[in-house]
């Protein structure tokens, strides 16, 4: 059985508090912005970022891998589902919603 070959990722949570969209980014911290996300271009290093993002349980909650693709200004959502949540809950206009 042939394996689907490796695409770019990068991780993403939702924010403990906030219960808004969040990424990793490369010095360990937590973005509201996708395009500041790291992206993972190695399967063994996009594992290892998603453990270290499980263990912040006390910054986030529900961490898991997305794909993404390198875009002009950082990484992009390539299913649609993940570019809905770079635009923040969508009940009412608040957050990033309002600034676009």
Not at 51 to 58: E, V
Not at 67 to 75: L, Q, S, Y
Not at 81 to 89: I, K, N, S, V, Y
Request: aromatic residues 8%.
């Amino acid at each position: 059985m042939s394996r689907r070959p490796y695409t770019p990722k990068v991780v993403a949570a939702n924010d403990l508090l906030k219960g808004d969209a969040v990424w990793l980014t490369a010095n360990d911290s937590w973005t509201r912005n996708m395009c500041e996300a790291e992206l993972i271009e190695d399967e063994a290093i996009a594992e290892d970022r998603l453990i270290f993002a499980i263990g912040q349980g006390n910054i986030v909650v529900g961490a898991y891998l997305v794909d993404a693709r390198p875009g002009e200004n950082g990484p992009e959502p390539t299913h649609f589902r993940e570019a809905f949540r770079t635009r923040g809950p969508s009940n009412y206009p608040h957050g990033k919603q309002v600034e676009s």
